[in-house]
């Protein structure tokens, strides 16, 4: 057999154009595959999207890399994007009765011990937090929950009420859970603030030209079908049907193996014959939906934090403010500013149809005791609004989950991927489309699909 020959017996479909799709077709591609992906919408990415816009580059999804993305990192580093990959030592900030408080989280814990956001009795029972996430230390990654099931039980609130006290869940486990992800204290799992705990390292990561631009340079070379919703994936005998809608109709292909990179409610519709562990785990995951608002300014704020992280007891409705401008000189123009602002779970539910001006005119309001008044300073506002943004995490999840781990099928001619176990991450979807191409790079290879050779 020839290389051309080989070539076409190893084509592979990816479905979604987001991290995950785009790290599997990056790594079935080293190995001699031609992968082609379905986007159903018009642009690369997915919830990393990157909007240009008046001299500013908006990152309208995801807005940081945790210093905790090795995997994102060496990525990065292995396509050519090391000097686009800029590490940041991020100051952060936490209001307490209106005063921002600064955190150098260089040294958190340093931070936290002589910060006069807490108490003296607070700062006691910080203890019990580093003990309680040393002992889960390394199950606290992004490729195994089994041994995070026993300790599944209880909510983020009733953890912080149970071992803390209330001052320490809210300024610092309700606020770090919903910061970070827009859930609720009262609803997470503590599995939740304990990965988030151990993962929110001394220093973050941002990429320079807009977080959009890692899918980018992954999907490099790479068909990629735009506007292509793909409608069915059917796995039979010696190949894989897909069926997608064209502008000319549908329209169906045959390919040797598929991955499918989408969000849960997506990816049940297209494949009727998903494993039923994993179909039970996807029909019970719930996603935040956000709507968040992202300003350019025409002058930058003094504020000198990357990142404020606002308790409930402070404003019930904002949970994240990000000074990009201070991710990487490119987000803004010299001289000005940009801010995202992140907003509970509830709020945006209930805000999710509302028109945009509504919604700036609320929000305005709402940053200014910490940035103050930025309605005459705003030269470009953008909008955007995520149904699925962050997996909701609440006790008892990670059981299911490991079901779903455990039922995978590594020869299967189709395999998922996505950012859906354990959380809602960048760093995730990485690790799960490159699992999932390894999976099939394996079985094609002993199927003799992949020239040794290529097979890399």
């Known amino acids: 057999m020839n290389i051309e020959q080989t070539q076409r017996s190893a084509r592979v479909a990816v479905v ?8 599997a077709a990056y790594r079935l591609k080293a190995a001699g595959c031609m992968p082609v992906v379905f986007e159903a919408g018009e642009e690369a990415g997915g919830r990393t999207r990157t909007l240009r816009q008046g001299g500013f580059i908006f990152d309208t999804g995801a807005v940081g890399l945790l210093g905790s993305y ?3 990192r060496d990525v990065a580093r292995e396509i050519g994007m090391a000097d686009q990959f800029l590490t940041l030592r991020p100051m952060g900030a936490i209001p307490r009765d209106g005063v921002l408080r600064y955190l150098d989280m260089k040294h958190p814990i340093r ?7 807490f108490s003296l009795r607070a700062k006691l029972r910080l203890a019990r937090v580093v003990r309680d996430v040393a002992r889960l230390g390394q199950h606290l990654n992004y490729e195994q929950v ?5 300790y599944d039980v209880e909510t983020v609130e009733q953890y912080s009420r149970r071992a803390l006290n209330d001052e320490l869940y809210d300024y610092l486990a309700d606020t770090l859970t919903r910061g970070a992800w827009l859930a609720p204290g009262e609803q997470a799992s503590v599995i939740q603030f304990f990965w988030t705990a151990k993962n929110f390292t001394p220093h973050m990561y941002s990429l320079k030209g807009g977080m959009n631009s890692l899918s980018l340079r992954l999907l490099d070379g790479i068909e990629v079908k735009f506007n292509s919703p793909v409608l069915s994936v059917d796995e039979r005998p010696g190949g894989v049907e897909l069926t997608y809608q064209t502008a000319d109709g549908e329209r169906s292909e045959r390919f040797e193996s598929c991955v499918i990179a989408v969000p849960p409610k997506q990816a049940l519709p297209i494949f009727p014959q998903m494993i039923s562990d994993q179909r039970e785990y996807f029909k019970a995951t719930q996603y935040s939906r956000s709507v968040n608002v992202h300003f350019g300014l025409s002058r930058r704020p003094t504020i000198p934090a990357l990142y404020i992280m606002v308790p409930k007891r402070e404003c019930t409705d904002v949970t994240t403010i990000f000074l990009d401008h201070l991710k990487s000189p490119d987000r803004a123009p010299p001289g000005k500013g940009m801010v995202s602002v992140f907003l509970r779970a509830e709020w945006c539910d209930q805000r999710y149809d509302t028109p945009d001006k509504n919604v700036i005119d609320e929000v305005l309001g709402k940053l200014k005791p910490y940035l103050g008044d930025l309605g005459s300073s705003a030269e470009e506002i953008v909008v955007q609004r995520w149904a699925n943004c962050a997996l909701l995490v609440k006790p008892g999840i990670f059981a299911a989950m490991s079901r779903h781990y455990r039922s995978i099928n590594p020869t299967a001619r ?3 991927a996505g950012d859906y176990a354990p959380f809602s991450s960048v760093n ?4 799960s489309g490159e699992n999932a191409a390894k999976l099939l790079i394996a079985r094609m290879r002993t ?3 992949i020239q040794p050779a290529l097979a890399a």
Do not use: I, W, Y
């Open 16 to 23: 979604g154009a987001g991290v995950g799709g785009a790290m």
């Open 70 to 72: 090795t995997k994102t």
């Open 111 to 117: 931070s936290f011990l002589f910060s006069d956001l």
């Open 146 to 150: 089994d041994a995070l099931v026993p």
């Open 414 to 416: 189709v395999q998922l």
């Open 428 to 431: 995730t979807a990485v690790v």
């Open 447 to 449: 199927e003799g699909n």
